[in-house]
Nanobody, 115 residues
């Protein structure tokens, strides 16, 4: 059973930064892809950023140039560095991994950006 545990969310002012971490059970080398989604109140869950084997990165247009996704296979952890945060980035952020075609989700971490 794969477990994903997020941390690093919180309250930040617009223009600030946060770094989210997702610690995974097991060897993430075979987790493909891994990444982050977010869900704002009353909205669907949307892709934020993913990292695919070979370090191919994929970003939502709304976060390009501001967010960076990375993974540390030795620590079984994936990160999301979020800079220049905007109020519209406010959401619950979920870690995601696909393992042998089975999707897994973390419990989510709240990010709130005040104006």
């Amino acid at each position: 059973q794969v477990q994903l545990v997020e941390s690093g969310g919180g309250l930040v002012q617009a223009g600030g930064s946060l770094r989210l971490s997702c610690a995974a059970s097991g060897n993430i080398f075979s987790f493909n892809p891994m990444g982050w989604y977010r869900q704002a109140p009353g909205k669907q869950r949307d892709l934020v950023a993913t990292i695919i084997a070979g370090n191919t990165l994929n970003y939502a247009d709304s976060v390009k140039g501001r967010f960076t996704v990375s993974r540390d296979n030795a620590k079984n952890t994936v990160y999301l560095q979020m800079n220049s945060l905007k109020p519209e980035d406010t959401a619950v952020y979920y870690c995601y991994a696909r393992v042998k075609n089975t999707p897994y989700w973390g419990q989510g971490t709240q990010v709130t950006v005040s104006s």
